[in-house]
């Protein structure tokens, strides 16, 4: 499956909510929004002066505003307090700096690389399922193990661009046909609380409030599963997810990747996630399909 389509709708919304959310965070001045990182982060302004070579004198002043930080201080600052990307150039913005970090679309030219490599990786995980996914869930590729388990779903949950935690849990989507339903959802959704905790997104929250307010029956459970371990059963590693394809459970867990020290905002929110077999049954049926 191809790198999935964007439109140009959905990326002029992204850039106008992050010239706003850019627009506010000018508003507030870097010392409320330093504050709230390093309150978050649980670390007093000693120890954040220590690990910056400032001192807790000065970290106070920017705080309140006594005192502006230069540029070189900021990114020191937000480095320390792994504040994302994207927020580090808010607290650019707000102390009266230029964004130091550029936000190039996946589609641009100088993106041709990235792309390829991608498309590489997942595709050389087949036969199992391998997507890239941008900060709010959007699928910007997958590859043939992914386009497997979406097989058969309505026509209106497959418009681009995919979102694989509305198509994941939607009724209409594969929620129906996850075993442990209440796990993974449980699962996702916190998983999502901490990528809000960490990114404070309004497209990510409105998400989240659209997804777990999704109706989220227990799919029947099938007693003689033909692959897989079945429900219920223990799994001491990780927690798998269970779906039924074609008559078969098949269990998968799941692993994320992002970039190491990303210098553009578009590539830092970026994250590959893999599904691994959790038993040999479903890697033996995977292994069939592409054969």
């Not at 850039?15 to 007093?44: F, H, M, N, T, Y």
């Not at 020191?76 to 150039?89: G, T």
């Not at 087949?126 to 979406?150: H, Q, S």
Request: aromatic share 6%.
């Amino acid at each position: 499956m191809a790198t999935a389509p964007t439109t140009s709708s959905a990326s002029a919304s992204a850039s106008a909510s992050a010239s706003a959310s850019a627009s506010a965070s000018a508003d507030r001045g870097i010392g409320p929004l330093l504050r709230g990182w390093r309150e978050q982060r649980r670390v007093s302004q000693l120890e954040l002066a220590l690990r910056a070579g400032s001192s807790a004198r000065h970290i106070s002043f920017i705080e309140t505003g006594r005192s502006r930080p230069s540029e070189e201080m900021v990114l020191r600052l937000a480095e320390h307090l792994d504040v994302p990307v994207r927020e580090r150039n808010s607290l650019l913005l707000a102390a009266g700096y230029a964004p130091h970090y550029p936000e190039t679309p996946l589609d641009d030219p100088a993106m041709d690389a990235l792309r390829e490599g991608l498309e590489r990786l997942i595709q050389g995980y087949e036969p199992y399922p391998a997507f890239v996914v941008d900060a709010t869930y959007n699928v910007v590729a997958a590859n043939r193990g992914i386009a497997m388990l979406f097989d058969g779903l309505p026509e209106h949950l497959l418009v681009p661009p995919l979102n694989a935690l509305r198509l994941t849990l939607h009724p209409e989507g594969l929620a129906p046909r996850i075993r442990n339903l209440r796990e993974w959802r449980g699962h996702l959704l916190a998983q999502m609380e901490r990528d809000i905790a960490l990114r404070r997104s309004d497209a990510l929250r409105a998400l989240y409030e659209e997804v777990a307010s999704y109706p989220h029956p227990s799919p029947e459970a099938d007693p003689s599963p033909e692959c897989g371990e079945g429900p219920g059963e223990p799994f001491a590693f990780a927690l798998p997810m269970q779906i039924e394809h074609d008559g078969r459970v098949l269990s998968f867990i799941s692993s994320i990747s992002t970039f190491n020290t990303p210098m553009d905002v578009t590539v830092a929110e970026l994250a590959i996630e893999t599904l691994l077999p959790a038993d040999p049954g479903t890697g033996k049926y995977l292994q069939s399909l592409m054969s």
